[in-house]
């Protein structure tokens, strides 16, 4: 009975934002979109980040390879857009078992480091490609009106969010909760860690990849600096980490709360916006380490208590 | 004789230390054989060779009649070997069930849980079959040494194993509870599950096996029926040194 009212308010609550855009500002629509997007590549990034424990710099990757496949298939050959987001999903899933090959065989911050310079790298091999439109980029054809990418949006959020539910208890997600967990416990357990990792991000890259189609094509613009950007990678990890990585709905709680309040700084205090927003995540880092998720479940037994043992917990 | 594990002239270099010299034995089908020797003997790295969580520098290692020694550690899950680990290596954020539950998931022949549901209820069978039914709901790193142990051993049993090996999974414990895994290891016998069992309470495994093999410096020096084995006179210079006149 529990479980069926969970997916009952689910369903309820995706079906309460998806009439926003017929009630809704244009600009709560369009401050919408963008944290439906981050959203989803918060959820994406928790598969390999939060389920799997390898803390991937190289999802940003995935998202701007989605974007070259649509911007690619629309501006340059006149294809439709969902041929746009089949061509991104296949670039980003073989980069992924590409560079997953080599690159997850290594543990802990090596993975972290060897993926952060994946974006440059594709910066730089996009930027001499004239079928992606060198440095210059690529201007897609214009869709008029917010609504469609809004529902679009909110449908990969949900879609990514069903996955993530399924993983929480299937047997490939319990693979991955016992690699991050001991990944040579669960090796001699019988789980074949490297397929495992492996097709973790391959399946993370698939969500990012449509999440940059749908983004390029609602700004109908592209170049290589805002496609490969890796500032929207940590942006994944900030808001996954903040909601609570290896939770169905902490990625997403973490993107939405911190869209919020980064677009109430910055219309409030323009210049300082960026500071205030680095307070909040220090502060978050200080009194919830272990994201939203975990303080929402254990402040209802601990109380104030909670904030101070935190507190305790991590002092150096 | 049916073999069950067969290790020929197996040898592991740790860079310039000889951890393994060239070590054979066999391991009959469900029987219990100890394996004992003194601090760094080389008993560890007996079982992370079998269980391939190292791979040797030479020699051979032959699980029901077929070279295994190339394989990476999940086949030789699957093939049905499974360890404990001395140092525990528990899944810390996962409740103890879940933990017992990945190997009801995975393990031999790739687990023979139907689903999550499934594996669970086969958790805790094991959880109940080494006595650590009541901490089922916590989690694995709120547990102490002793359960910690018995956790090692019902992730381990819920791979439904034809070869278990056993790393020190006494030591720590008290009388009593050494006399309750002496049980439970009987009853896995029991169970037609042949078993290597590394220990250092000497009591113990002397009553648990059937035959002693005896490691020293990365040497075997002495195997057979306990009381031979143990009342000879290398065994008890490697373990007291020498005597001197």
Not at chain 2, 21 to 33: C, M, P, T, Y
Not at chain 2, 205 to 233: C, F, W, Y
Request: with cysteine; hydrophobic share 50%; glycine share 10%.
């Amino acid at each position: 009975m529990n479980r069926v009212r969970k997916i009952a308010l689910a369903a309820v609550v995706v079906a309460g934002l998806a009439t926003i855009p017929w009630w809704g500002s244009a600009v709560l629509v369009q401050f919408g979109i963008g944290a439906l997007i981050l959203a989803t590549l918060a959820q994406s990034w928790n598969i390999i980040g939060g389920y799997t424990g390898y803390p991937s710099f190289g999802n940003s990757v995935f998202y701007g390879l989605g974007g070259y496949g649509v911007a690619i298939a629309m501006a340059q050959f006149q294809l439709p857009f969902a041929f746009g987001l089949l061509l991104g999903v296949a670039l980003a899933v073989s980069f992924a078992f590409v560079i997953g090959l080599p690159v997850l065989r290594l543990r802990g911050h090596y993975f972290a480091i060897a993926t952060l310079g994946l974006a440059e790298v594709m910066t730089a091999i996009v930027s001499n490609l004239e079928i992606a439109g060198r440095n210059v980029g690529l201007i897609l054809p214009l869709l008029k009106g917010d609504t469609v990418f809004y529902e679009l949006s909110l449908g990969l959020l949900a879609l990514t969010t069903l996955v993530v539910a399924w993983l929480s208890r299937s047997r490939f997600g319990f693979g991955l909760i016992a690699i991050r967990e001991n990944e040579s416990a669960a090796a001699v357990m019988g789980v074949n860690t490297t397929l495992y990792k492996v097709l973790a991000f391959a399946l993370c890259s698939v969500f990012a990849a449509i999440a940059g189609g749908i983004h390029a094509y609602w700004i109908t613009y592209l170049d290589p600096g805002s496609a490969f950007d890796i500032t929207l990678n940590v942006k994944m990890i900030i808001m996954a980490v903040f909601g609570g990585p290896g939770t169905i709905f902490g990625p997403i709680l973490g993107a939405f709360a911190l869209s919020a309040i980064s677009e109430i700084l910055a219309s409030k205090i323009t210049n300082l916006a960026s500071v205030f927003f680095g307070l909040v995540i220090v502060a978050a880092i200080i009194f919830m380490p272990r994201g939203f998720a975990d303080l929402v479940q254990r402040f209802r037994q601990l109380g104030w208590r909670y904030f101070q043992e935190n507190i305790r917990a991590h002092r150096v | 004789m049916d073999a069950i594990l067969e290790v020929v002239n197996l040898t592991k270099r740790f860079h310039g230390l000889l951890a393994i010299d060239n070590v054979s034995f066999a391991l009959e089908r469900n029987e219990i054989l100890g394996l004992i020797g003194p601090n760094g003997a080389g008993k560890t790295t007996i079982i992370s060779l079998v269980s391939g969580t190292l791979n040797p520098t030479a020699g051979s290692i032959k699980f029901e009649g077929a070279p295994i020694q190339r394989l990476p550690a999940y086949r030789r899950g699957l093939l049905g070997i499974a360890r404990t680990f001395q140092v525990m290596r528990p899944f810390p954020g996962l409740k103890v069930l879940d933990n017992v539950a990945v190997g009801a998931l995975f393990g031999a022949a790739g687990g023979h849980a139907r689903n999550l549901r499934d594996a669970q209820e086969k958790a805790g069978h094991w959880l109940r079959f080494v006595g650590l039914d009541h901490r089922a709901t916590q989690r694995a790193d709120a547990l102490g040494g002793p359960d910690r142990k018995r956790l090692e051993l019902a992730k381990a049993l819920a791979m439904r194993p034809k070869l278990l090996l056993l790393d020190e999974v006494m030591a720590g414990l008290n009388h009593v509870e050494i006399e309750e895994v002496i049980s439970v290891i009987k009853k896995v016998r029991e169970q037609g599950i042949s078993i290597l069992v590394i220990e250092h309470v000497m009591k113990a495994i002397q009553s648990l096996s059937d035959r002693l093999l005896v490691l020293h410096h990365g040497e075997k020096i002495a195997e057979g029926k306990p009381e031979t084995v143990l009342s000879n006179e290398q065994v008890i210079d490697a373990y007291l040194g020498r005597k001197r006149l």
